[in-house]
């Protein structure tokens, strides 16, 4: 858990904007609710000394990325960079090609906590050998580095992911829509809305655990393009598949609706639960969904889900998520924290457009 400046910021990121999100997150309920990562995404470098040692910006990060780790770290906080297996970053930044050994012990010395690393310009690079390659080069800093997988999917990183990095996207970018689908103008990959990356991650479920995560890419709660009956759905979604949960707008400045959506540690709960098991849709009725995920305690917590465009009945049954229909089980909903008694064989609620009713389901 934590929060990457790209989804909001782009390439305006700087260290007063980094110090600031730090300085949110630590007292404004994040780091209390789990969040961890500070993670600047693209356009911290611009270049490399003789030496070929990456350069940062020095009119944005004027006292230099080491100083403004061990601020990050001085909040009780851990701090991000990112880089690209290619010539050059997404936006043209140096990339790390020819260069991971070097870069990685760069980013250990400077204290870094985690990488993402993009697939822009990689040319004819094959993806598992670019990935490994900076996977050891990290591994023999000797500092543990979280390492993050960015190759959109394309390769099937959830293939052989494992032992690599300890999470890989699945698709191309979300934006901050319901729905949208978009070639990048390079026809290398792609941009989607958030349902549209949510079905692109049936049949991926079993693929993920515990230090080896299936990525549908950061939040994009808060940034103003989806209704918060949305937003809560992207949240509940994100919880379930046990996604890694990369807050995306601006944290310093969020309405309460927002806050108290990505600070709902009843839903954290569930993303976070120790048996690390990714939900999965068990049913599908047209525009009406159920979605379950396994929890280690036996119980399951389960989304209904509307896409139509009025509010409707939603129904789990026992057999869906895989009990015996006579099993009496408590219902709690995880947004009204509040216990709907016990029920036995079923449970249906009334769902809003284009939202969930996300419960947990304990025998
Ligand atoms: C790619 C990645 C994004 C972001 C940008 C930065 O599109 O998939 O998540 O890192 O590059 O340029």
Redesign the pocket.
């Given at each position: 858990m934590g929060w990457?400046s790209?989804?909001k910021f782009?390439?305006n990121v700087s260290e007063d904007l980094i110090k600031s999100v730090a300085d949110a997150m630590a007292s404004n309920g994040m780091k209390d609710a789990g969040y961890q990562y500070v993670v600047i995404?693209?356009?911290w470098q611009v270049s490399r000394d003789d030496g070929g040692n990456i350069v940062a910006d020095s009119q944005r990060f004027p006292s230099g990325i080491k100083a403004l780790a061990d601020y990050v770290h001085s909040k009780g906080l851990k701090f991000g960079l990112?880089s690209?297996a290619g010539s050059k970053?997404?936006?043209g930044r140096p990339g790390s090609q020819g260069h991971e050994f070097q870069d990685a012990l760069q980013y250990a010395r400077w204290g870094a906590d985690y990488l993402?690393y993009?697939?822009?310009n990689t040319e004819t690079r094959n993806a598992q050998e670019a990935y490994s390659t900076m996977s050891r080069a990290l591994l023999d800093t000797g500092h543990p580095i979280v390492f993050s997988m960015?190759e959109?999917g394309t390769a099937k990183p959830w293939l052989w992911g494992k032992g690599i990095g300890n999470l890989w996207?699945t698709t191309?970018?979300i934006s901050d829509k319901w729905t949208s689908k978009k070639k990048?103008a390079d026809g290398t990959?792609c941009e989607y809305g958030m349902v549209d990356i949510l079905d692109l991650q049936v049949g991926l479920e079993s693929f993920a655990g515990p230090g080896h995560w299936n990525d549908p890419?950061?939040l994009e709660v808060g940034n103003g393009g989806m209704t918060i009956p949305e937003y809560r759905a992207h949240f509940s979604f994100w919880a379930l598949l046990a996604a890694p949960l990369m807050a995306g707008n601006d944290i310093r400045s969020m309405s309460p609706e927002i806050k108290e959506i990505l600070t709902n540690t009843e839903v954290i709960g569930i993303n976070q639960d120790r048996l690390g098991r990714e939900g999965r849709r068990v049913k599908k009725e047209g525009e009406l969904e159920v979605w379950s995920k396994s929890l280690a305690d036996g119980s399951r917590a389960v989304i209904l889900f509307n896409r139509q465009a009025s509010e409707t009945e939603v129904k789990v049954t026992w057999e869906d998520i895989g009990y015996p229909a006579h099993l009496s089980a408590r219902v709690r909903d995880l947004w009204a924290h509040r216990d709907l008694g016990a029920s036995t064989g079923s449970f249906s609620a009334r769902v809003a457009s284009h939202s969930v009713v996300m419960v947990k389901i304990a025998p």
């Open positions: 990457n790209w989804n782009a390439c995404d693209d356009c990112y690209d970053t997404c936006q993402k993009d697939w822009c960015c959109w996207r191309g970018d990048w990959c890419d950061m």
